[in-house]
């Protein structure tokens, strides 16, 4: 079972390469972990970089905390004093921990940076992941802050329904196949998404949908499941989604901004790292493609792990330590 996401990280560091809990998961759908792929290179470890020393941060959720593990792991393989500040609170805390140095680096998404950071707002945030990238990338520079090259996954929203909806919808792939059908269904979102832009405002304005109601929960599987809400608006990283009980309609028409992870760096930090320091935090999130990170964050939302050992298999797994 641990060969999943083996062969789910070496298929994305291939990919790269060739460009340069309460819910039970599904017996057979996810790997406890263990085990070394071939999709990366082993991080060596440098005596020499025990002189410097980084703080990594992150901010308070499952996926940051992962995240926030792999990078510190990785720091600490190749030879780096690491101490973890992986609980800090939202964006705007981290961000200030960030500038203020309390902190040398944190993962953020490029979306929320452009909009919480930069104050651009949501529907002119870039569509294509590298304009948004490169727009961060200039806009963080004034701040004497690097954004490392982002993660192929984003963490953005979707809509989502059970595999039994779809199965009656005749099976949409796209949010575009809703037409003339989303008049009978109920949609769930968080109370703040029928206001927003980026979520159902958007999703009328943009794919002309209108829906028999709109269900505001924060437990989106569960109403899913339960058949309270028809269609559900998702994050593409969810862990439910790991379980492969679901189906993710793909956002046809690009209305959502694009949200990669980036690994923010202070630049005096990125100095005293060197280009090992960046070489390593850049190759570890190579293989991290959406599959990967939906199994990763079901380890710890579903099968209870902690985020440092979900992190510590993750290297192994993809071949970045033994």
Same mark, same amino acid.
């Given at each position: 079972m641990?060969?999943?996401?083996?062969?789910?990280?070496?298929?994305?560091?291939?990919?790269?390469?060739?460009?340069?809990?309460?819910?039970?998961?599904?017996?057979?759908?996810?790997?406890a972990?263990?085990?070394?792929?071939?999709?990366?290179?082993?991080?060596?470890?440098?005596?020499?970089?025990?002189?410097?020393?980084?703080?990594?941060?992150?901010?308070?959720?499952?996926?940051?905390f992962?995240?926030?593990?792999?990078?510190?792991?990785?720091?600490?393989?190749?030879?780096?004093k690491?101490?973890?500040?992986?609980?800090?609170?939202?964006?705007?805390?981290?961000?200030?921990?960030l500038?203020?140095g309390?902190?040398?680096?944190?993962?953020?998404?490029?979306?929320t940076?452009?909009?919480?950071?930069?104050?651009?707002?949501?529907?002119?945030?870039?569509?294509?992941?590298?304009q948004?990238?490169?727009?961060l990338?200039?806009?963080?520079?004034?701040?004497?802050?690097?954004?490392?090259a982002?993660?192929? *996954?984003?963490? %953005?929203?979707?809509?989502? &329904?059970?595999? /039994? !909806?779809?199965a009656? #919808?005749?099976?949409? =792939?796209?949010?575009?196949?809703?037409?003339?059908?989303s008049?009978?269904?109920?949609?769930?979102?968080?109370?703040?998404?029928?206001?927003?832009?980026?979520?159902l405002?958007?999703?009328?304005?943009?794919?002309?949908?209108?829906?028999?109601?709109f269900?505001?929960?924060?437990?989106?599987?569960?109403v899913?499941?339960?058949?309270?809400?028809?269609?559900? *608006?998702?994050? %593409?990283?969810?862990?439910? &989604?790991?379980? /492969? !009980?679901y189906?993710? #309609?793909?956002?046809? =028409?690009?209305?959502?901004?694009?949200y990669?992870?980036?690994?923010?760096?202070?630049?005096?930090?990125?100095?005293?790292?060197?280009?090992?320091?960046?070489?390593?935090?850049?190759d570890?999130?190579?293989?991290?493609?959406?599959?990967?990170?939906?199994?990763?964050?079901?380890?710890?939302?579903?099968?209870?792990?902690?985020?440092?050992k979900?992190?510590?298999?993750?290297?192994?797994?993809?071949?970045?330590?033994?």
């Open positions: 641990r060969s999943m996401l083996v062969a789910l990280t070496a298929a994305a560091m291939m990919i790269a390469m060739a460009a340069c809990g309460d819910e039970k998961k599904e017996k057979g759908t996810a790997p972990g263990g085990g070394a792929g071939a999709s990366g290179q082993v991080i060596q470890k440098n005596a020499a970089n025990a002189k410097t020393a980084v703080t990594v941060g992150s901010k308070n959720f499952t996926e940051q992962i995240l926030g593990e792999i990078y510190a792991q990785a720091l600490e393989a190749a030879g780096f690491v101490k973890k500040e992986l609980n800090l609170g939202s964006e705007l805390i981290a961000f200030k921990a500038r203020g309390q902190i040398d680096a944190y993962p953020e998404y490029t979306g940076a452009l909009t919480s950071f930069f104050k651009v707002k949501t529907d002119q945030v870039p569509k294509q992941p590298q948004a990238f490169d727009q990338t200039a806009d963080l520079a004034k701040d004497d802050i690097t954004a490392l982002p993660t192929p *996954f984003e963490n %953005t929203y979707r809509l989502g &329904l059970t595999k /039994k !909806k779809a009656e #919808l005749g099976n949409p =792939k796209n949010i575009s196949d809703l037409t003339g059908k008049q009978q269904l109920v949609i769930n979102g968080f109370p703040e998404c029928k206001q927003r832009t980026d979520c405002l958007g999703v009328q304005k943009t794919y002309g949908l209108k829906f028999k109601k269900l505001a929960s924060e437990s989106k599987f569960e899913l499941d339960q058949g309270q809400a028809d269609v559900a *608006f998702v994050f %593409t990283t969810d862990a439910p &989604l790991a379980t /492969k !009980k189906v993710v #309609l793909e956002d046809d =028409k690009k209305l959502f901004p694009p990669n992870i980036t690994f923010m760096v202070r630049n005096e930090t990125l100095q005293k790292i060197g280009p090992q320091g960046r070489k390593v935090l850049e570890v999130g190579k293989p991290l493609t959406v599959a990967v990170m939906q199994e990763l964050n079901s380890r710890v939302d579903l099968d209870k792990q902690e985020p440092e979900v992190a510590t298999d993750y290297l192994k797994e993809s071949g970045f330590t033994k």
